[in-house]
């Protein structure tokens, strides 16, 4: 996939020959910078997301408020084709639908103005999650995991989208169209304000079509249609693997979470609830672990691996591509592999909150039912409660587990998450998934309260690590000078990190001072293959 340079261009239109002097130009147009459009991705048989002609799309504004608003753009304008500007209450899949099959819609503008602006839901992945690449059977249409999801991911746009968040802009906007385009029933007799959308996408029809068309890349002709999605997992080892060369089978518990998520619009994928509390829990636990257990011992017979899984919101892919190079006997590397008949278990974190409740989803398993309940025992005394019981029912939420069970079913695991049969997260998966999203609020040195994101997710990571340790060592117990201020600290500043600011001095540690020169939170949406994303690289360092 190849983006484009995009504009966002509100101008004053007139009937007339475009003159080319720079003065009236400027006289003429506004250039809004920080705008995101929606872009177009690819898969098998299809194409899906957004692009507009090379020249770009324009549309005179209208505010859709309402259904009132839908209804005159529809079936009263008479000044089209309209660039609908839409509040996040009127994103929604049939007004959106119906917006996309109109001919007198050129674009939409979805504006979302500051905090005040949150609707109680906007979710735009599927209500059933990689619906055909989980478990069969793992998720019910009537009573699906993601109930208020749109669908919106896998929608194939004929118009293009744009969001724009700065409330400058969007003041702008909505004078703009108060000054020139109000009122309504007379817009057919003089000069409107309108927008104009450029954001074109060279990757069209599928993935094999594309593909073919990149090979045609020549000296002459540079240019390359799309490209496949991929970047990098991160691997850790409790202990050495050179320890266990000649590891027996049932020898290694995985510990998974996902470290992507996905993004309608170009550089907005925060993921905070589906996402960022997975990584910071998973990354917090293995710092727990290893001063629970510093050192080898000869008599420690299970080893435990931590995975951050990337690409886990297309398909799988990084869980996938961990399966096959098990298989294929080179995980993590052909010198000592790990195959799957080395894992004892998996245990996937997905989507944690500050509740401190969990839910474990597992299948039948004398060794997946075994840990619930050390789990169980092991965070109560961090004030963490843990429900759930494994079952022969194959309704597992979407997961990385999902891959090694497709692979072998017969491996034990267990999904530890925050909801039961449905999400909790009303934002999965969307621009919204963000720091409010969690409550969470950057305490940067200073006390941190009892109810906050960052003490839920140190007690689940403890409770977790304590039951990992006793995995491997059944006389392990919990050290008295084991700070937990020092571990909320950290928590703390790992959520400021992934979810607000990439230049926060932890990654500025770590990388060198070599984040880049923008500021904000690192979007999550997987790399290609040959650009991982920048998140990959300080989640390695971290």
């Not at 399966?323 to 998996?346: C, I, N, T, W």
């Not at 963000?434 to 007690?459: E, H, K, M």
Request: net charge negative; hydrophobic share 40%.
């Amino acid at each position: 996939m190849i983006k484009i340079v995009w504009l966002v261009i509100l101008y004053f239109c007139i009937h007339s020959v475009l003159c080319q002097r720079k003065d009236i130009h400027h006289m003429m147009y506004e250039t809004f910078k920080n705008a995101a459009m929606c872009f177009r991705t690819l898969n098998g048989t299809n194409q899906v997301g957004c692009s507009t002609s090379q020249s770009g799309s324009t549309g005179v504004v209208h505010l859709v408020n309402n259904e009132s608003d839908v209804h005159w753009l529809l079936e009263e304008s008479k000044a089209g084709p309209y660039m609908a500007v839409v509040p996040p209450r009127m994103f929604l899949r049939d007004v959106m639908l119906t917006l996309k099959d109109s001919p007198n819609v050129g674009g939409v503008l979805l504006a979302i103005n500051g905090t005040s602006d949150r609707p109680a839901h906007m979710s735009p992945d599927d209500t059933c999650p990689n619906r055909f690449s989980s478990l069969r059977g793992s998720c019910n249409d009537s009573n699906p995991w993601n109930p208020q999801g749109s669908g919106f991911l896998q929608v194939d746009w004929t118009v293009p989208l744009f969001v724009v968040k700065d409330p400058l802009v969007l003041q702008q906007i909505y004078e703009c169209f108060e000054k020139f385009n109000l009122p309504l029933d007379s817009q057919a007799e003089r000069s409107l304000c309108s927008l104009q959308m450029t954001g074109h996408m060279y990757a069209a029809v599928d993935t094999p079509t594309c593909l073919r068309r990149n090979s045609l890349i020549n000296n002459f002709n540079p240019l390359r249609y799309c490209d496949p999605m991929g970047d990098q997992n991160v691997i850790s080892h409790l202990f050495s693997r050179q320890h266990y060369n000649t590891a027996p089978n049932n020898s290694v518990v995985l510990v998974s979470a996902q470290l992507d998520a996905a993004a309608m619009f170009d550089g907005l994928a925060p993921g905070a609830m589906t996402t960022v509390t997975g990584i910071v829990t998973l990354l917090t636990t293995a710092h727990l672990l290893s001063q629970l257990l510093p050192e080898y011992k000869e008599t420690y017979t299970k080893n435990v691996v931590f995975a951050l899984m990337n690409g886990e919101v297309q398909d799988y892919i990084g869980s996938s591509r961990v399966v096959y190079d098990m298989q294929q006997g080179k995980f993590p590397s052909a010198d000592l592999p790990m195959r799957l008949e080395h894992l004892d278990l998996v245990i996937d974190l997905h989507q944690l909150d500050a509740t401190r409740k969990l839910h474990c989803h597992c299948l039948q398993s004398n060794t997946a039912q075994t840990t619930v309940e050390l789990l169980v025992r092991s965070c109560k005394s961090f004030g963490v409660n843990v429900e759930g019981s494994c079952s022969s029912e194959k309704q597992l939420p979407p997961s990385s587990l999902h891959s090694f069970l497709k692979a072998n079913a017969s491996i034990p695991g267990i999904i530890v998450t925050n909801h039961g049969s449905q999400y909790t997260n009303m934002f999965y998966n969307g621009l919204l998934d963000d720091g409010v999203n969690v409550g969470y609020q950057y305490a940067n040195g200073s006390q941190i309260p009892d109810q906050s994101i960052q003490r839920s997710l140190t007690a689940v990571a403890q409770g977790l690590a304590l039951s990992l340790a006793q995995m491997v060592d059944s006389s392990v117990t919990w050290p008295a000078n084991l700070s937990v201020e020092t571990t909320v600290a950290m928590v703390d500043e790992l959520l400021h990190c992934y979810l607000e600011e990439r230049q926060c001095q932890l990654f500025r540690n770590i990388s060198g001072d070599s984040v880049g020169p923008l500021e904000g939170p690192l979007p999550l949406y997987v790399g290609v293959s040959h650009s991982p994303n920048l998140v990959t690289s300080m989640t390695l360092l971290a």
